[in-house]
């Protein structure tokens, strides 16, 4: 299962939560249906379809990010 990295709001910094998630197409990913933690607030809620991008993150290592919901 592909992971998908969705932003939390409210940070004060860039803070990513890996979120598993299933293709729907080449760019767009339904979140799991996973519970959000207490305290944290995902920039898309889960079982959202997103458009989701490469990403190279400060450690280096790249992955798939949530930049944009999808209706379908």
Known sequence: ???VYVKLIGEG???WR???????SSDVFRLSSG???PGEQWEFQPS???RCV??????GESGL???QAHVA
Do not use: G, Q, Y
Not at 18 to 24: I, M, S
Not at 54 to 59: E, G, K
């Open 18 to 24: 890996p979120v598993d998630a299933e293709r729907v």
């Open 54 to 59: 490469p990403h190279i993150f400060a450690s």
């Open 1 to 3: 299962m592909p992971i």
């Open 13 to 15: 910094t860039t803070v």
């Open 35 to 37: 519970v959000v933690e």
């Open 48 to 50: 959202s379809l997103v």
């Open 65 to 67: 990010v949530a930049v």
